[in-house]
Nanobody
């Protein structure tokens, strides 16, 4: 399976961006999908996950209430709507597919990393 994130850019604090991830070449409708990010000098961290059905979502505390994850299984897309952006949201954002199908969302079980997209938020 291949995943490609896009939609990043340079934004001022308080602005919004919508990231998209195109999924191809493999099964994804029975897998949870997620977004991660990696800031300069820091380890990659979990941002948000959505269940294979789309009925369950989870968020890191740092983005709760500001970011919304969604998925479109028919078109092979997962999205991350980011509102009220902060400078600390600056990072490369990656989408990923969880390794285990039909499972609960588990942060440590994600793999199949796609190419990331840079998000930069200026103060």
């Amino acid at each position: 399976v291949q995943l490609q994130a896009f939609g990043g850019g340079l934004m001022q604090a308080g602005g919004s961006l919508r990231l998209s991830c195109a999924i191809s070449g493999g099964t994804f409708t029975t897998y949870n999908l997620g977004w991660f990010r990696q800031a300069p000098g820091k380890e990659r961290e979990f941002v948000s996950g959505i269940s294979w059905s789309g009925r369950s979502t989870t968020y890191a505390d740092s983005v709760k209430g500001r970011f919304t994850i969604s998925r479109d299984n028919a078109n092979g897309r997962v999205y991350l709507q980011m509102n009220s952006l902060k400078p600390e949201d600056t990072a490369i954002y990656y989408c990923a597919r969880q390794r285990t199908p039909w499972a609960a969302i588990v942060e440590g079980d994600f793999g199949s990393w796609g190419q990331g997209t840079q998000v930069t938020v200026s103060s």
